[in-house]
């Protein structure tokens, strides 16, 4: 959300007639708009992960703000919130034989393995979750019939993991764009047998990011 230095106005003019210098507006500036990012983040009503540019500049020293309608702008990011609740959508939705299924979902971020923490996936990456057991697009796919991809064109709809995750990741973060989709993964299952023997195999997989 923007922040612009002009709402900090009343305040600039009263430093700037006590003969306040231009270091001590632009710090007193920078605090105003930390505080009130701060206040955002406690009441839950903001990202604690976000980008921050000063006048279009993107990790500026936010006091070096233009106190002429310059612009602090903070720009919020719950793409790791979103990535967070869809694996955890994925895993507790997942058929509980042996407990291997719902165990075998794993993030791909901008096309590499995650194996950091989830929450420090950076803004602005593109996020795959994707189940790698070898069997994961059969169980999903076997018996449909028809090719919209419906549930209703399932006889198991509750065997589509990926898109009831799709649904429920896209219902709870709308500004984000959540897909399904058939995706290539790092050491993915390779086809043995059949016209596409040697191709690699492609995997259901709900796909997240901030921006088409």
């Not at 993107?58 to 719950?78: C, H, K, M, Q, W």
């Not at 990926?162 to 897909?179: D, G, H, I, Y």
């Amino acid at each position: 959300m923007p922040l612009l230095a002009t709402l900090f106005q009343n305040r600039i003019n009263v430093m700037v007639a006590a003969r306040a210098n231009r270091a001590d507006v632009g710090r007193a500036v920078a605090k105003t708009a930390a505080d009130r990012v701060a206040a955002l983040i406690g009441t839950g009503n903001a990202s604690p992960v976000y980008r921050r540019f000063v006048d279009g500049v993107e990790g500026a020293d936010p006091a070096s703000v233009r106190l002429d309608g310059g612009t602090i702008l903070y720009v919020f990011s719950n793409l790791a919130q979103a990535v967070i609740y869809g694996l955890e959508y994925a895993r507790l939705n997942s058929p509980q034989v042996t407990g291997r299924y719902k165990n075998d979902w794993f993030a791909v971020v901008d096309n590499k393995p995650w194996v950091a923490p989830l929450a420090s996936i950076p803004p602005g990456s593109f996020v795959m979750l994707v189940n790698f057991a070898p069997y994961a697009r059969r169980l999903e796919e076997g018996g449909r019939t028809g090719r919209s991809g419906r549930l209703k064109s399932y006889p198991h709809p509750k065997y589509v993991v990926s898109e009831m995750t799709r649904r429920a990741v896209a219902a709870k973060f709308p500004n984000l764009v959540v897909r399904r989709t058939f995706a290539l993964i790092p050491g993915g299952y390779i086809l043995k047998t059949g016209p596409r023997a040697g191709d690699a195999m492609t995997y259901p997989a709900v796909t997240i990011s901030e921006s088409p």
